[in-house]
């Protein structure tokens, strides 16, 4: 980028890019409302992962799944959904127990990334479809092996047609597609045959497409559900499995960080009291602690909007079917916006708030900006928030010897050879 300045043209095979850390350009992408910056899958195979919800839709289609799914992650919604986040939380701290028990050790070696891909799972899992767990899990299942083949799938030439291939990798992502599919339209035709649907996320959707009835244009259909039922299935899981795994490789890497934390959390929340509820919003150093990781590994590397229509980007004409890229891990490192220390861990950047921490109100971009921002940004942070603060109330965590620092971009940002920590029984050792 500093070769190119902060603006520049490239190729994704035939279709023009511009790729941009010009914040005014990046403000103006993401405010827009007029749909002239549209949604686009820059893999198709992401469409087999995702499904065809809210995220990637477009324009009034986009406007009518918002207004339907918004009211599934009101507060409220949030505050009955964050029981379950504890639950798996201390069943997974359980397990760490009985393997330092059956060791006959106050310590265990874990893999965190592991362990929060399974916190993560299991909460969206019973969040999402609740008495249907089993059969949540499959999906999850098959859509982590989607995973990987969408992202072996990157290196794929931009050649159209070419996921039509029938290719050993594109025949066992349609075998997958299928099956998750059927999985999750096999539920809701149950529920929605039974008249029992549920107060899990899916019981919630199902109720307001029932309520809006007489509006059709409030509705979404059986296989647009399945669509957002898919969406929020991987995006949900691996937004928060990525939080968790990276907030807990830097508060391991950061001894101090982790004792304030771990004091701040009792202090709210001492002896046998949950953290639930509203004193969460007074976490203060957590939450600053989960905006710095958000911006040095946040989960996702860029953001792209392709234009809808010729226009102008200060001074420069983009024409119609250009692919603007937002390159997130240059722009939330970029010293001109976040500083001198831009590349190092300061939580205390965030001390004065979220719009104040950068030259900029809107430079960090983990959960995006605009109208488009994340609609389970709110959900995702409490989830974490609760996940963390419980599992710092009875351990401590420390890098294992064996940790290899290699963030991989595998879809989302990942540590390559996974994160193992040296976890201590706090109730042993002090």
Known sequence: MSLSGKTFLYWLGPTPALCTTDIEIVKKVLSDRTDMFQKDYLNPSL??????GVIFANGYDWKRRRKFIHPAFSQEKIKSMSAITLECTQQMMEQWHTQMQESNMQQAEIDMRYDSD???MRVIARVMLGKNYREAWEVFMAGREQLKLAAYAFADPPVPGFRYLPTRRNRRTWQLDKLVRSKITEIIKARLASSVYGDDLLGQMLWLQRSGAGANAETLSTEEMVGEC???FMA???????LITWAM???ASHPRWQEMVRDEVVQEFPAHKPPLGDGLGKLKLLNMLLWETLRLYGPL???QRKTASDTILTHVKVPKGTMITIPLVMLHRDKEVWGPDADEFNPMRFQNGFARAAKHSHALLAFSYGPRVCVG???AMVEVQIVIATMLKSFSFSLSPTYVHKPSNFVTLTPKYG???IVRNLQLTR
């Open 377 to 379: 940004q709110n959900f």
């Open 236 to 242: 949900g899981y691996e937004t928060s499995a990525n």
């Open 419 to 421: 994160l193992p920590l």
């Open 47 to 52: 469409e087999a992962i995702l499904g065809n």
């Open 301 to 303: 590397s860029f953001l």
């Open 230 to 232: 898919r969406t929020f």
């Open 118 to 120: 399974d916190i993560a």
């Open 249 to 251: 490789f830097l508060l």
